[in-house]
């Protein structure tokens, strides 16, 4: 056989960090052996795969036809040494959303790790595009996301109902009435997630649905951040009843009812279309099935609350 497993290795790690001396850092070894293995590896069958631009390595027609059956033969190799040594799983790249990371992916690490140990879990949480372009570089094995995407690389699939609820302190003018109707949202000062992540883009859409154009003073990438501005008074927030849960059971926060705004969506899996599905992969989803038991959505969860 002319190429070798180390080979592949370093091409698919050049591949996604585009810069050789980062990718012979994250392998543990030196810069010119990293270079002479994907020089050797293109020189075998005079084959470029990359289009070399200053100090950068761009992936061309080539390489990306090479990048999934390489990230494909990895993860099968990863499960062999795994079997090798004693069943140990291959570790899983998950990417959540802040919603799911914050809510509901420690719980569910937690228990996988207890059910398989010397299991390895890597957790990324950032927001629904961040997550969908990293599986896109093949960095990530399974995603977790709370908004709506499209794209032909990647295979979506139901998990969990979610809704999103408006909410304010319980001094705010609101917090009485309970209720809020088209007419008055224009006349609220907003507080809400930024642009990127699900529950903005869904906050958004709801907005044009009614056409009304939010007035949005403040926008906070993290659920947490935005429970305090809106508990200070400083005006109303939307998040997902997941991550409110206890602060309205606290009465920290109060729900107001918004009949004229379609706040529902659905928590999906996301994982790339020709990414091999590892076993540990496999079982990680169906943590996340088992967890979340028989509820239809989130407001059923009888999970413990993390603040």
């Known amino acids: ?64 036809g090479l990048l999934p059956q390489a990230e494909d033969i990895l993860a099968r190799a990863g499960e062999i040494e795994g079997y090798l040594a004693g069943g140990r799983l291959a570790p899983v790249a998950v990417g959540a ?79 009485k009435i309970g209720v809020l109707r088209s007419t008055g949202i224009s006349t609220q000062k907003w507080i809400v997630r930024e642009p990127g992540s699900g529950t903005r883009a869904l906050f958004d859409r709801a907005m044009q649905a009614v056409g009304i154009d939010a007035d949005v003073c403040l926008q906070l990438e993290h659920t947490e951040a935005i429970k305090r501005a809106v508990e200070s008074g400083l005006g109303i927030g939307c998040l997902s ?36 599905v590892s076993t540990a992969t496999r079982m990680f989803m169906a943590e996340c099935r088992r967890l979340s038991g028989e509820a239809s959505d989130t407001s059923e969860l009888l999970l413990p609350f993390i603040p």
């Open 1 to 64: 056989m002319k190429i070798t497993l180390r080979q592949i290795e370093v091409f698919a790690a050049i591949a996604r960090l585009e810069n050789v001396s980062r990718a012979a850092t994250q392998l543990n070894m030196s810069q010119s052996a990293a270079s002479t293995a994907l020089l050797e590896l293109e020189r075998h069958f005079d084959s470029p795969l990359f289009d070399r631009i200053g100090k950068s390595l761009r992936l061309n027609g080539s390489g990306r």
């Open 97 to 175: 959303t802040l919603t799911i990371g914050n809510y509901l992916a420690t719980l569910v690490v937690v228990e996988y790790l207890r059910l398989n140990p010397g299991a390895r879990v890597d957790l990324s949480v950032c927001n629904t595009r961040q997550v969908v372009e990293r599986l896109r570089r093949f960095e990530l094995d399974i995603g977790l996301i709370e908004g709506e995407a499209s794209d032909s690389e990647l295979i979506f699939e139901p998990w969990l109902d979610d809704e999103l609820v408006v909410f304010c302190a319980p001094a705010h003018p609101l917090a």
């Open 241 to 276: 009843r997941l991550a409110l849960r206890e602060a309205l059971r606290r009465g920290s926060l109060v729900e107001i009812k918004t009949p004229e705004l379609a706040l529902r969506r659905r928590f999906q899996f996301v994982r790339q279309r020709q990414r091999h």
